[in-house]
């Protein structure tokens, strides 16, 4: 048996090079030996800190309680993290981890052995036809059954490489000893087939007892009362952990349900130590997905002495709205709320809770350490409909610097900020204007309900409305679909003075179609407000104009005060030092895609490739360089970033960008103000940038063919713009009929301009492919 072990290490051991690699240059993770920053004081039950269980590994990016999940976990998240493995056992009561009894989509099986028929099992009622692991020996299982994605939101790279398990790989994978946590819940499935492997209920707890020495787990959970009662007094000095599947379940050996069980406390303390809860008892959701007060049941069992376990982390998962879809927001309302903090946090990410411990708890007041400035994209528009006055309010109280407004015109001259002059998706006008429905070209391929086509008091007959650039259970909070009120350049420009921002954003589009179809003169209406405000005559306040047009930017050049700021409205991967110039010649900033810092591979593979060279090149000309849109929504990152946008602006703002531009202000204000933002700070925990191509090479397996990224670098021709056409003279227009709509018949046509891309092109390349996959995220409510 030893030799066979012996081989088994070998072969994970090499498998484990390539995994390190990724991890240790990764991101998060710990110093070994470095001074502990100020204690922090925690409402847990034993007043330390909280501890990150990583479930089946870092399962949020490799197969669940494979080797690099485990690997990766161990190297990205606190050094205390703990391992758990979900036990089964196979028919010669060997242990592998896996948590779902069934292995047909979590593994390889069903092509491993082709002749072998799927069998039908009773499984908490259902019958379901699968491969179990209790019909094979360990032999067989080990060597030809390997770990498959089974959730489809997260990569297919690793699939079909990576062996399945057993606990003893586990704790004795490369590095620092794991502390390792066993689950065991196949007792409650064996029961019900007493007759096909006799006592094998008594196997997993022989398992366990007889493996204590050796595995050492520090917990040891299960949903059933028998099971944990028979280990009572053998296993010391591992905590026993009563699980809580779902509190309507039945619990196999009372009978009685969980919620039922759960009042009877003393009970629970005969024979557990600690409760792992859904995080829904604990934190209750409602049906609009909005955060209800909290239960009492921390508190409750903190009073008895009995620890309390939160689990169904994942990033990756459809967040309450409270918390703007950023990841960390729900572990802080867990262990950083003023009335209790769980015992312990039971993830898919477990780097992202080890940051939101290490990083963000208790942190709210601390100085912005990371320069890049903080530009907000329409204002908050995650969580509010975009440029309306919650929305700017909101990204202001969330520590936004530079609150930006892209000015439209209405069609008698009114400035007023939107995030696109086509009305139709940011206000109500599709239900009540379809009439004016054209489409323009020169803006946009679809058509368009155009703010210049409406008055003034026509458009105020409309209401802002929360565009969402995810569909389905990703669309943002329908609660506030059509909240707020419109805001005038005038109003904007009087809020951000009053709110004493460091500066304000103009941005500025379809310049030359307005002045040559339109007879309106946004430049001009620009100029007056900026001049009215006396924004033009100080320094105390940044002002940016920007523009995809340089023309535009000429015509502020005189004003040194402003910094102008070329948009580049399309996909670039790098510049040459010559283009660079070329941009210097209209503008000291420019504003680019995430995908022009890190490149990306094409679709679908969703990794980063390399960095471009668009920071060091405009650097070198003296050009910012600010980048966005940043999102929080899990489908708009590479995988590279576990789903968490705090390692994406840790790579951004490494690599040097100026600035970022986020409809989640409040995540950017998060990350700048973390000590784990200083990666010379030498603390115990740090949020580290990726290192691009990492994961394609070191962790993907199944490489797709590849395919030469196409994307050019910035070319002369995309910065050098027609110069602005004269203002032309429209006497009265007639109003638009659908008849006319579309028909250009005014004078001079505008010059072909780069088209408005702001909410098209650049929304995260992850959509279209992801979609379908929208609904498979069931692994909340466990598959067995
Ligand atoms: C396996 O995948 C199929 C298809 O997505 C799904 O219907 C089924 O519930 C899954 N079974 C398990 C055990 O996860
Ligand atoms: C969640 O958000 C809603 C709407 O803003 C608010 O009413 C509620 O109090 C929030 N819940 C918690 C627990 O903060
Ligand atoms: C100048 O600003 C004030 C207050 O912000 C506003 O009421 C007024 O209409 C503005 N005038 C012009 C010409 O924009
Ligand atoms: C990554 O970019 C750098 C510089 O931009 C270049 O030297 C290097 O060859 C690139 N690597 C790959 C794998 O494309
Ligand atoms: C860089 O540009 C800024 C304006 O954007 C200017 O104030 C500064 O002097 C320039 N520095 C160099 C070295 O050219």
């Known amino acids: 048996q030893d030799w066979k072990k012996m081989i088994r290490q070998l072969l994970l051991s090499f498998l484990l090079i390539q995994t390190t690699l990724v991890a240790a240059r990764g991101r998060g993770r710990r110093h070994p030996a470095v001074v502990p920053p100020p204690a922090k004081k925690w409402l847990t039950l034993n007043g330390g800190e909280p501890v990150v269980v990583a479930r089946g590994g870092f399962s949020g990016i490799a197969p669940e309680s494979s080797l690099p999940a485990y690997s990766t976990a161990q190297q990205t998240s606190l050094a205390s993290t703990i391992l758990l493995c979900d036990l089964q056992l196979t028919k010669d009561a060997q242990g592998f981890c896996q948590s779902s009894l069934n292995l047909q989509n979590a593994t390889t099986i069903a092509t491993a052995f082709p002749d072998l028929k799927p069998r039908t099992y009773n499984i908490n009622g259902k019958n379901v036809e699968g491969f179990y692991g209790v019909d094979f020996l360990a032999d067989d299982l080990l060597k030809n059954v390997f770990l498959v994605q089974s959730i489809y939101s997260r990569s297919p790279g690793m699939d079909g490489s990576y062996p399945l398990l057993t606990p003893y790989d586990v704790v004795g994978m490369q590095g620092p000893p794991p502390v390792l946590w066993m689950n065991v819940e196949c007792c409650n499935f064996v029961l019900q087939y007493p007759s096909f492997y006799d006592g094998l209920k008594l196997s997993s707890s022989a398992f366990i007892i007889d493996t204590m020495r050796d595995l050492n787990p520090a917990y040891i959970s299960s949903p059933e009362i028998g099971f944990l009662k028979g280990l009572v007094g053998k296993v010391n000095p591992a905590k026993l952990i009563f699980k809580i599947p779902d509190i309507n379940e039945v619990e196999p050996t009372t009978k009685k349900t969980y919620v039922t069980l759960l009042s009877d406390i003393n009970m629970i303390k005969t024979f557990a130590s600690g409760i792992i809860l859904p995080k829904e008892s604990i934190w209750p959701v409602d049906s609009g997905r909005l955060l209800l007060p909290a239960t009492s049941s921390v508190s409750d069992f903190h009073k008895a002495g009995v620890e309390v376990y939160a689990s169904g982390f994942a990033n990756d998962d459809y967040l309450s709205y409270n918390y703007s879809y950023d990841p960390t927001k729900e572990y802080l309302q867990f262990i950083d709320n003023s009335q209790f903090s769980v015992d312990g946090v039971i993830t898919d990410f477990p780097a992202t809770a ?31 409909p975009g440029s309306t006055d919650l929305a700017y309010q909101k990204a202001i109280d969330d520590g936004t610097e530079i609150i930006d407004c892209s000015v439209q015109l209405s069609k008698d001259g009114t400035a007023f900020c939107l995030p696109s002059a086509d009305l139709i998706g940011t206000t109500t006008a599709a239900s009540l204007f379809m009439d004016r429905s054209t489409r323009i070209p020169e803006i946009q391929d679809k058509n368009g309900i155009f703010s210049f086509d409406l ?174 849109i940043l999102r929080n929504e899990f489908q708009n990152f590479l995988f590279d970033y576990y789903a968490d946008p705090y390692v994406e602006l840790a790579t951004l703002t490494q690599k040097g960008v100026d600035g970022i531009v986020t409809d989640y202000p409040a995540t950017a204000n998060a990350y700048m103000r973390s000590p784990c933002s200083n990666p010379n700070a030498n603390l115990p925990y740090t949020i580290l940038p990726i290192n691009p191509g990492d994961m394609f090479n070191n962790l993907v397996t199944a490489k797709p063919p590849e395919a030469a990224p196409a994307v050019p670098l910035l070319q002369n021709a995309d910065v050098d713009d027609p110069a602005l056409p004269p203002v032309a003279k429209i006497s009265a227009p007639p109003p638009a009929s659908p008849s006319e709509s579309g028909s250009n018949s005014l004078p001079a046509p505008a010059p072909k301009k780069s088209r408005s891309t702001k909410t098209a092109s650049n929304t995260g390349l992850m959509v279209a492919a992801m979609v379908a996959v929208l609904t498979i995220l069931s692994y909340n409510s466990k598959v067995y």
């Open 455 to 628: 008055t003034w008091t026509e458009i105020q007959s409309l209401k802002p409305q929360l565009a969402s650039v995810f569909d389905g259970p990703l669309a943002r909070n329908p609660a506030n679909k059509n909240a707020g009120k419109f805001v005038t350049l005038n109003e904007f420009l009087d809020l951000a003075k009053k709110r004493a921002v460091t500066g304000v954003l103009i941005n500025i589009e379809n310049a030359a179609y307005l002045a040559s179809n339109k007879g309106l003169d946004i430049v001009g209406a620009v100029t007056t407000a900026l001049s009215n405000a006396t924004l033009d005559k100080q320094s105390t306040q940044k002002v940016l104009i920007q523009s995809d047009d340089s023309s535009v930017l000429s015509k502020f050049q005189d004003i040194k005060t402003y910094q102008r700021v070329l948009a580049i409205d399309k996909d670039i991967s790098g510049s040459t030092q010559e283009t660079a110039q070329e941009v210097k010649k209209y503008a000291d900033a420019v504003k680019v895609f995430r995908n022009s810092i890190v490149l990306d591979y094409p679709n679908p593979v969703f990794m980063s490739l390399n960095y471009s060279n668009l920071v060091e090149v405009m650097h070198a000309a003296n050009i910012s360089v600010y980048v966005g």
């Open 354 to 384: 080890s940051e939101s411990i290490a990083c963000l708890a208790q942190n709210k007041n601390a100085p912005k350490i990371v320069k890049a400035l903080i530009i907000s994209d329409d204002g908050a528009s995650g969580d509010y």
